[in-house]
């Protein structure tokens, strides 16, 4: 049985789904397996759009296979490239942007988000976001460089101008062993 709280994935879907709305455009900015593409997808409709990035060939394999069995597989663009880049491709603002960190489970050679890469991914999908619009990132802290990779997060979120953005974070206080982290980032009307 599946609890609300279970995990960064129950927890941050009760944001977004609250956020989300069909005819939406979102960003997922690290596919893997698909899951949050495919949410996404379904969350923004026939209507909306959803771009989707990784740097792992694995990952664009496993996530069209999914899409084509999905609700909506033309609303959908995979795209073989670091979320760093996120700017060369979608050229419109954007609702939402998903960041789901670390490492892909199960896949051999461990290519992991990095602390630079990601926080310049943060920053461009804060210059797309519309008025409303929030980044949310899921961040674990308990493989190697996990833990450096979320206090750079955490750092630099907490910097950002309070002004323009609300910044929270929902974490799991009485799990042993490096729980893991959201911190949602929403640009304020
Ligand atoms: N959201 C995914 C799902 O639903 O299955 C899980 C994502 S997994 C925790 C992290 C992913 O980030 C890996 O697939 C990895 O290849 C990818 N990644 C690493 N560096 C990246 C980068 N610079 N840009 C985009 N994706 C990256």
Redesign the pocket.
Known sequence: KLNRFDNV?SVSRIYLNDIIKKGDVCV????????????LSEAVGEEGFVYA????K??IV??SEKLEESMFPQNTKLIL?????IDKYVKENIKCA????????G?EHK????PE??IQ?IEKSLDLLCEGGVVCI?V?TGHEGGKEEGNAIIEYTQNLEQKKYNVIMTTFINQKNNPPHIVLIEKKK
């Not at 997922?28 to 949410?39: H, L, P, R, S, V």
């Not at 290519?111 to 990095?114: C, D, N, Y």
Request: charged content about 20%; overall charge negative; glycine content about 10%.
């Open positions: 994935n997922d900015a690290t596919m893997g397996k698909g899951y949050d593409t495919i949410y990035f990784d740097v792992q694995e990952a496993k996530t490239d670091g979320h760093e880049n998903v960041f789901n960190l670390g490492y892909l489970p896949c290519i992991i988000t990095k890469t990601t991914a899921s674990y």
